[in-house]
């Protein structure tokens, strides 16, 4: 069992920046893929990033690269998402999810494990 617990988000003008916190507990972190995803009001979940068990392998999805940064620390049991040049459709609840493989995925079904989520909102 794993739990996740977010912190970080809050309101941001457009351009600004946030960085996001996923703290783990339970089994070993460093067993786990981590994942971001989002949800808008009204839409279905998407993926944002993803990083692979020893930080090797990162994907982005394409509206968030160049602009978001996902980084762990396996000492700190703690993933992260820096979040900068923030735009309005950016707003989401955000989430973070830990995956049981050595592969990183996109798919949301594919994760074990999940936080609570915290609000983003970039105003314009």
């Known amino acids: 069992q794993v739990q996740l617990v977010e912190s970080g988000g809050g309101l941001v003008q457009a351009g600004g920046s946030l960085r996001l916190s996923c703290a783990a507990s339970?089994?070993?972190?460093?067993?786990?893929?981590m994942g971001w995803f989002r949800q808008a009001p009204g839409k279905e979940r998407e993926f944002v990033a993803v990083?692979?068990?020893?930080?090797?392998?990162?994907y982005y999805t394409a509206s968030v690269k160049g602009r978001f940064t996902i980084s762990r620390d396996n000492a700190k049991n703690t993933v992260y998402l820096q979040m900068n040049s923030l735009k309005p459709e950016d707003t989401a609840v955000y989430y973070c999810?830990?995956?049981?493989?050595?592969?990183?995925?996109?798919?949301?079904?594919?994760?074990?494990?999940w936080g609570q989520g915290t609000q983003v909102t970039v105003s314009s």
């Open positions: 990083i692979s068990r020893n930080g090797g392998m990162i």
């Open positions: 339970g089994r070993t972190f460093s067993t786990y893929a």
């Open positions: 999810a830990a995956d049981l493989t050595a592969v990183p995925r996109y798919d949301a079904k594919a994760y074990d494990y």
